[in-house]
Each structure stands twice: as C-alpha cells, then as structure tokens.
C-alpha cells in the first residue's frame, strides 16, 4: 500500500513539473468541448430559424398555368421566381433546394375538379433541402385542403364528412428531454474524454518509462510489481478524474450562461454533475487499466500510441447504435461498457432517475472490467522482457 | 557474498536462438572488489541481470547471501544495491527526490532517508547538484545520482553496471575511492566493465567473459601467470583468444 502510495506521488509530481504538457492535458478539453457543443447548437439553431422565417425564393416551372397557386404560396412567404434552364441539373449542383413544377394540364384538371398534379423537385440526400421542401409542402397541403373544402361546400356537402379519422398528438416527453435530444453526442465527447483522457500519462509512465531505461532500476527494488503498476494506475486514474471535474464544470458554467438556445434547462444543478462523474468513473478505470495493458505489451511508445485512433472509435459505437435503431433502455444495457455509460449519462442530462439496481449493475459490470484488465495487466508486468529496454 | 552456478540463459532472435550465457560460474566474496571483464557483446551485463533478479537463468544457479534469485527474489532484492546499465534517471526530479523515491520504495522512512542522502552525497561529491533536477545533468552526475538512489538502503551487496561508462578523469578517480570505501565496509561489490586499467587498478578477483563463457578468473597476477604474459592488456587478448572489442 505504501508503494503504491509512493509510486502514485511520484508519477503525479514528474506529471506536474511537466507544465506544459500539463496546461495542454488538462485545458484544452475544458476550453474546446463547450465551445465546440455551444458553438454548433447555435449554429443549426440559427440556421433553422433563418430557413424558416426568411421568404423563400422557389423557382416555379410553368407558373402562369396556376396564378392562384402562386399567389397563395406568396402569402405563405413563398415568392416565385424564373425557374432555370435545366432544374434537375440545377438541383444537383445545389443551386436550388427545391423546385416547384406545375405541368401544362393543370388547368384542365383543376377545372374539372379534378386532382391537378405538381411537382416538387428536391434531392433529399441533402440535410439542407429538408425545412423549405416541408414549407413548400405544407404550403400546398394547406391550399388544397381549403380549395377542397370550398368545392364540397359550393355543392351542399359537409366538408367533414372527408376526414373519417382524425388524429390528434399529445407529445408527453418531459422537456428535459426534448432538450436531451439536442445532446446525442454529449455522452460521446464524456465517454472519450474520461476513457482517454489520462492516455498520454498512461502510455508515458509504463511505455515511456521503458523507452527512457528507468524502469530497469524501478523493478529493481524490492517493491511488488502488482504494486508499482497500481500505483501509476492510480495515478492515471487521479489525473483521469481531476480532468474529467474540469470538463464537467465548464460545461455546467457554459450551459449556464448559454442564455438561449437549446441547452436551455439542461440539468446542470452540482447533484447531476456528481452523478455524471460516479458514471464516468469507472470509464476511467476501464481506460487507464486498457491502456497500462497496452503499454506493458508492446515494444515502445509510438506502437501504444498507434492503438488509440482504434480506441477513439469504441466509444462512437453506441451512440451510431443508438442513433441509427434507438432501443429501449433495458437493465442488460448497464453492464455493456460504452453502451452504459451511454445510456446513464442521457438519463441523467434528461433528468430521469436512475435505479438502484441500475445503479448496482452498472458500477459491479464497470469496476469488474476493470480488474479483470488490472489482472491482465499485472500479469504483463511480471514478463522479463518488460523490464529489459536495451 | 554472491556465488553463481553454470548460469545459461537464451534469447531467441530471428537468426535463431543466441545463447546470451553460457555457463559462467563466479564467487564474489565479501570486503573484496569482483571484476566482470570482457567485451562488448559478452554477456557482462545479462549475467548482472540475473545476479538481481530481472531475469530468470535458464540453467543454473545464484546465491546471494545463501539466497536464491529466483526463490527469494523479493528479499534478494532487499540486500542488492544495483546500478543497471541504462542509469534510468528520473529528469523532471531532483537528485534528492530520485534518491528518496527509491529509498521509500525500500521501505525506509524520511529520517533514514535523510540521513543516508546526506552520507551519500559528502562520499560522492554530489552537493553542488543535489537539489537541481536532473534534466540536463552531466553524464557524471547522472550516475552519480543513481549510485546514490542504488545504496540509500545500505545494502550489503553492490552490483554496477559499467560504473565509470563515459565519465572523465577525475570523476572516474573519485568514484574508484568511493568503491574502495565500500569495500573496506566489508561490503561484496561486482562490477563489470570493459576496460582492462579500470578492473586491474580495483578489482581483487577478475572474471574474463568472452561469447558467454568464462575464459579466465584469478587476480590480475594470477591472470598474468596464467596467459604467460607480463602486460595484463596482453594477457586479457590471449585468454579472450582474439582482439575483438578491445578498448582501453
């Protein structure tokens, strides 16, 4: 125990003396991550907002068969203009989101009381395309539907009769987690930060340390292995941690000054910041000891760091998961790494409650990861060859 | 006092298997000086690094104090005051610091501590840079400052790795009175090296080591009876049986 204390001093004082690196470690993450959330929220915030709000120039393809139309849509803040010379092509190019085309026969069949055809042209591959296609859709839908209801009544029949079914919304989703929504890849940036945040003291004190030739006299000395690796474990894990505080506190100073927006009223009360760090601690069990295993195993410092462009990817994999076929939120799921913290970090931000038992789950699953690879680990620690630099 | 038994050890490589030892067996005696002399590429320091327990001999034996290496490593451990080959100083710690560090990694408390720094730095001549990090020490410093970190537990036995590897006249004087010092305590010290004047002016026992093997052992005038040759550096070509490696 003493060593481990002893080693973990150490490691955290060299860390330290090393300002520099310190600064870079244990700022950066602090001072990006809200900007970087803030930053993009309040840009497809006002983005939306212009998209909406803002009249929409929509090039209309043979606007003079329906003058009504036209001058409907224009009351909807929807102004006509000349369509170009070839529109699918325009379209592709991304000169025009949307494209109104009103064929030749319209005439005929709307004085016939018949359904008249028009196209709207759009490429819905593109993000940007999809707010004026819905206005330019719900424009129509709505001129329809009072054209309609006028022709049934001109004949004497009640227009309600066309609509034999109703159906009527109650959204009942808390706000909080409407707002939740908007922070899909909140839990992402957390997970990375607390799995990999300490990486670079972690590969540093067992890679480097081998790299640099002192670990040959540090295994030298009487002290147990299991305990000089706890020791730098429990060192990456402090360091780990401290970061993660930093994190988490700029986002709550962040998302409390971020007046409007939509973070507004996201829970950043101290108590849901506490539960953040209780899920993310064991994330920073699970990383410091996978890397320390890592380290231990391979031949230098640039082979450990070569792991971690496929260690950034782990923690994306539940969120695309959870992106692409959202699932209920089942007890199985808190004891899949990744996929926990994932779903605890939402629930929390959402200001749901979590269980007992989840939290039980959660915390046996992630503490028990993590010493299973504390286990692999120290068994890499007793190879001769760890020890052996040059 | 450190016996060693017909030690092996092997390595593989991708040329196949290179045996690193090959069957060096040695006493080195308390209160006397032991050389491991031989050149680069001999097996000097692999032999050392079973003698503190780093690695396990494929065959045979060490004793150190009665102990087994690879029985008892932990205690082992506790009695070897080691100077490894890569010198492994902390930089961003100072002199002081690296030293106390590992004196608490053996156990002792700070009073001990500070005391045996203290004694440690007066033999070595260290109290200009005691308490300046180490990052931009001088070579002579360096292993200085992990001497000093090897023996604040005040072992019985020392084993140095090339002690005066890359060090100018006179530090390389004063670490040859420091080491005599440790002998007249009575302590067991072995050190190798690859410099013929080195062994010859210190050591009271010399182990010639050459491809893994011991080609010769004895007192320098042993050795020179033994290869019928008055000059050592002469003597050492002859029982080594080529001039590879050769320096003075």
Redesign the interface.
């Known amino acids: 125990m003493s060593t481990l204390w002893t080693v973990m001093r150490k490691e955290l004082l060299d860390l330290f003396r090393d300002r520099r690196t310190l600064v870079l470690a244990l700022l950066m993450g602090p001072l990006l991550f809200p900007l970087l959330i803030l930053g993009m929220g309040s840009l497809a915030e006002s983005r939306a907002r212009t998209q909406l709000e803002s009249t929409l120039e929509l090039p209309v393809i043979g606007a003079d068969h329906a003058p009504n139309l036209v001058a409907f849509l224009d009351t909807h803040n929807i102004r006509a203009i000349d369509p170009p010379e070839d529109p699918a092509a325009a379209i592709r190019e991304q000169a025009y989101e949307v494209i109104l085309q009103i064929p030749a026969d319209y005439p005929a069949q709307w004085r016939g009381s018949r359904p008249a055809v028009v196209e709207v042209l759009y490429d819905s591959s593109r993000q940007d395309s999809r707010i004026p296609v819905s206005r330019v859709e719900n424009a129509l839908r709505i001129y329809s539907r009072q054209v309609a209801t006028l022709r049934l009544l001109s004949r004497g029949v009640d227009p309600s009769l066309g609509e034999a079914v109703m159906p009527g919304r109650r959204d009942l989703s808390t706000p909080e987690a409407r707002r939740g929504m908007v922070l899909a890849f909140l839990p992402y940036l957390l997970i990375l930060s607390a799995f990999l945040g300490g990486a670079y003291l972690v590969i540093d004190i067992t890679a480097g340390e081998r790299e640099r030739q002192s670990l040959e006299p540090l295994l030298a000395t009487p002290s147990s292995r299991e305990a000089i690796m706890s020791g730098k474990i429990a060192a990456a894990c402090a360091f780990g941690m401290l970061s993660l505080l930093l994190i988490l506190f700029s986002f709550k100073l962040s998302f409390q000054f971020a007046g409007s927006g939509p973070f507004r009223g996201v829970d950043v009360s101290f108590a849901a910041m506490g539960r953040l760090l209780a899920i993310l601690a064991p994330m920073v069990l699970i990383g410091t000891t996978l890397l320390t295993l890592i380290a231990a195993s391979v031949k230098s410092v640039k082979e450990a760091q070569s792991y971690m462009s496929v260690l950034m990817l782990l923690p994306i994999i539940p969120t695309v998961i959870l992106l692409v076929s959202p699932v209920k939120s089942e007890l199985w799921m808190f004891a899949v790494p990744f996929l926990a913290q994932n779903q605890a970090i939402l629930m929390v931000l959402r200001a749901e409650t979590i269980a007992p038992l989840q939290w039980l789950v959660y915390a046996g699953a992630g503490c028990g990861l993590g010493l299973v690879l504390w286990l692999i680990a120290a068994r890499l620690y007793h190879r001769e060859k760890l020890a052996i630099s040059a | 006092m450190i016996e060693v038994q017909d030690l092996h050890k092997a390595f593989k490589a991708r040329t196949g298997l290179v045996r690193a030892v090959d069957g060096v067996s040695f006493t080195a005696r308390d209160g006397l000086i032991t050389g491991l002399l031989g050149p680069n590429g001999a097996g000097k320091t692999t032999t050392l690094?079973m003698l503190?327990?780093?690695?396990?001999p494929d065959r045979g034996r060490v004793g150190i104090d009665g102990r087994d290496a690879v029985k008892e490593a932990?205690?082992v451990?506790?009695s070897?005051g080691?100077?490894?080959?890569?010198?492994?100083?902390?930089k961003?710690?100072s002199a002081r610091?690296n030293i106390t560090?590992?004196g608490?990694?053996?156990?002792l408390d700070d009073r001990t501590i500070r005391e045996r720094t203290a004694r440690l730095v007066t033999a070595l001549g260290m109290e200009d840079f005691i308490d300046r990090?180490a990052e931009g020490f001088s070579q002579g410093q360096r292993t200085k400052t992990?001497i000093a970190?090897?023996l604040v537990h005040d072992p019985k036995n020392v084993i140095l790795d090339e002690p005066t590897n890359g060090l100018d006249v006179m530090t390389t004087r004063g670490l040859r009175d420091f080491l005599l010092a440790l002998k007249a305590q009575g302590r067991c010290v072995i050190l190798s090296s690859h410099i013929m004047q080195e062994v010859a002016l210190l050591c009271d026992h010399i182990v010639i080591i050459a491809r893994g093997k011991v080609m010769a052992q004895g007192s320098a005038d042993e050795l020179r009876l033994l290869s019928g040759e008055q000059n050592l550096e002469d003597a050492f070509v002859r029982l080594i049986g080529s001039e590879e490696g050769l320096s003075a």
Do not use: K, N
């Open positions: 690094r503190y327990t780093l690695m396990r932990a205690a451990r506790r070897l080691v100077l490894p080959d890569a010198r492994g100083v902390y961003r710690l610091e560090y590992f608490r990694l053996h156990g990090q992990a970190r090897a």
